[in-house]
């Protein structure tokens, strides 16, 4: 079993910026392809971005685009979403995810963190 564990979420003005950080136990983290998901209420869990297990390729969902940056460091266990230009809509719960590949599908994912709340007001 791989845990994962969010944080960085919190309340910010539109405009503003968080970082989330997606960090797993152990030490395999490294092996696997790491996604960020949202939900907000009423709503399907919704792809964000994700990374290959090597860093080196990343997806993005359209909303997102140049907005938001996925990047991870193999040495502390850690992946991170750095998001940008914030917006009301960006509002939900979001969690990090772990697969064997980089896929859009929530259900292809394996393992899941607990998920943590990103507030953005207007």
């Known amino acids: 079993q791989v845990q994962l564990v969010e944080s960085g979420g919190g309340l910010v003005q539109a405009g503003g910026s968080l970082r989330l950080s997606c960090t797993a136990s152990?030490?395999?983290?490294?092996?696997?392809?790491t996604g960020w998901f949202r939900q907000a209420p009423g709503k399907e869990r919704e792809f964000v971005a994700a990374i290959a297990s090597s860093g080196g390729y990343m997806n993005y969902a359209d909303s997102v685009k140049g907005r938001f940056t996925i990047s991870r460091d193999s040495a502390k266990n850690t992946v991170y979403l750095q998001m940008n230009s914030l917006k009301p809509e960006d509002t939900a719960v979001y969690y990090c995810?772990?697969?064997?590949?980089?896929?859009?599908?929530?259900?292809?994912?394996?393992?899941w963190g607990q998920g943590t709340q990103v507030t953005v007001s207007s």
């Open positions: 995810a772990a697969g064997n590949i980089v896929v859009r599908s929530a259900n292809a994912y394996l393992y």
């Open positions: 152990g030490r395999t983290f490294s092996i696997y392809a």
